[in-house]
């Protein structure tokens, strides 16, 4: 693409604008709740082909789809029980839900891997539902960051990994969760593929039940959950109790910090935060240490990202 990316303003014009792109199979980033998206017609295999060739993303790496309501979703998965209590407590929201892909669903085998299953999500943010809202198909979008580096929150972020490889972006302000989506696997036993928005302890509250939780490595995890992953340039050192001599630190709670997540100790606002800082942070080139984040609620997709940010490079497969 030869064109340089064009930045859309969210509003009528920018969603006719955007929509057109995409049926064109043309690719346009949007903000979402959890991080901005790199958006492409899930229908078409040309332009699916195009998310993983802008991206440098590994085609074994299965794309999550995006659309407007529960009753588009349905379209393309096999529903089921469980799927309902979760889309009706959590949709529109930050949950991916894995369920058996339609054999009717229509959508390009690129965005599964070929997979027998299909990971959907009807996200919150109102400028993503203006656009599937005008677009009327079903969305494919992996976050929009070059596959490997940091996800983005704000449409500068986009513009700053993947601009002269896209059409568009949507400007549509900082991302509110500012972590990607929990998916939750529902294809077979109910389990928790990768921790996000979705606190894990509200899923299990909704379901009555405690869920299986996968961890980074674990064979059974989401395919292309690789360890190494959200990864700044620096060097980053988890569980800091201080900084060391070059360090920059990333502080959580009363801490004298380069920045904080949150003075605080708030882990909704530390997870807003999080990608912010990070490329904020890996800006300034010095390794990053980082303060000690609970286990608990969102803290575990906080930590679950920053144990891929501080993952060994060398067997570094980009996801
Ligand atoms: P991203 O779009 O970068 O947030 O990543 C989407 C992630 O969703 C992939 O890396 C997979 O781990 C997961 N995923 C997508 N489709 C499936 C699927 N059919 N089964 C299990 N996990 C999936
Ligand atoms: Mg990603």
Redesign the pocket.
Known sequence: MANATELLQADAAGYAAASSIWSAGGLVAFPTET?Y?LGADARNDRAVARIFEAKG?PRF????VHVASVEAARRYVDWSDEAEILASAFWPGPL?L?LP?RADSGLSPLV??E?P???IRVPAHPVAQGLLTEFGGPVA???ANPSGRI?PTTAAHVLAGLSGRIEAVIEGGACAVGV??T?V?L?DQASV??PGGVPIEALEAALGRALTKHTAGDPL?????MQSHYAPGAPVRLNAQERRAGELLLGFGTVDADLNLSPSGDLVEAAANLFGHLHALDSRGSPIAVSPIPEIGLGRAINDRLRRAAAPRDDRLP?
Request: aromatic residues 0%; hydrophobic residues 45%.
């Open positions: 991080v998206g993303r790496n299965p794309l999550i991916t894995v892909l599964t891997a997979l299953t299909l990971a979008a992996p976050s996800s990607e989506s998916i696997g294809a593929l990768r995890v989401a395919p292309g959950q996801g």
